[in-house]
């Protein structure tokens, strides 16, 4: 099973971007999906996630009211808008997910997508 991301690019203050993980394989199941960003010289942060069947969601403080995360469960895809974007967005945005296969539980990051911020 793999993620792949897609959907960032550069933006100016204010703007929008959305981003797309879609995971492939055969024979699994995702139950908690998030994304992740990291800037440069900075550790790795949690920006949302998104439990099985969309239902349940959470965010950091920094993204509240600002950015949306969804998932299409038929799809195994996962997306999220990112509104208002501020220079501090500016940064590698990571999806992840925990998978299951044959009973087993993995979990799994893709080779993330760049935002950048910048007027």
């Known amino acids: 099973v793999q993620l792949v991301e897609s959907g960032g690019g550069l933006v100016q203050p204010g703007g929008s971007l959305s981003l797309s993980c879609a995971a492939s394989?055969?024979?699994?199941?995702?139950?908690?999906m998030t994304w992740h960003r990291q800037a440069p010289g900075k550790q790795r942060e949690l920006v949302a996630l998104i439990i099985s069947g969309g239902g349940t969601t959470r965010y950091a403080d920094s993204v509240k009211g600002r950015f949306t995360i969804s998932r299409d469960n038929a799809k195994n895809t996962m997306f999220l808008q990112l509104n208002s974007l501020k220079l501090e967005d500016t940064a590698m945005y990571y999806c992840?997910?925990?998978?299951?296969?044959?009973?087993?539980?993995?979990?799994?990051w893709g080779q993330g997508t760049q935002v950048t911020v910048s007027s």
């Open positions: 992840s997910a925990n998978v299951v296969v044959d009973t087993k539980m993995y979990h799994i």
């Open positions: 394989g055969s024979n699994f199941s995702i139950n908690v």
